[in-house]
């Protein structure tokens, strides 16, 4: 990223309003990256490895809530419909990673299809109460 992105000092074509719109996405982009990331749904850039941490891909998630509720009324359309569309996706990646169980360790992950998902009546105990554990109705 060039500095001329990122930089908050008022530009020659650019008014300071446009300036903060375009850092407000630049923050709910990194936001929802970050999250989606810790969702196992995009590999690390830096090790190409895909991850899984549900807890903290639920702070980014509520991150983006309160700053969702904490903003109402002062965003401008393009801001909200960003805002709105980022946790809709998030949510639902949420689920999704809620509800897909986690591989055993000593195997690589392979590439999701529906014929490979296990049944739910057919998952363990363990699985289930791990699935009730973290799941969140948004």
Do not use: C
Not at 127 to 137: C, I, L, T, V
Request: aromatic share 4%.
């Amino acid at each position: 990223m060039s500095n001329e992105q990122i930089s908050p000092s008022p530009e020659p074509g650019g008014s300071r309003e446009d300036i903060m719109s375009a850092l407000f996405a630049q923050l709910v982009m990194q936001q929802a990256n970050m999250a989606m990331m810790l969702l196992g749904k995009v590999a690390h850039p830096e090790t190409g490895k895909v991850m899984k941490d549900i807890d903290a891909a639920r702070l980014f998630i509520d991150q983006l809530e309160m700053l969702e509720a904490k903003t109402k009324g002062n965003l401008t359309k393009e801001e909200s419909m960003l805002l709105k569309q980022s946790l809709m996706s998030l949510r639902l990646g949420f689920v999704e990673a809620v509800e897909t169980p986690k591989p055993p360790a000593g195997t690589a992950p392979k590439e999701s299809s529906p014929a490979a998902a296990p049944a739910p009546e057919t998952a363990p105990a363990d699985a289930e109460e791990h699935r009730k554990k973290f799941s969140k109705k948004y």
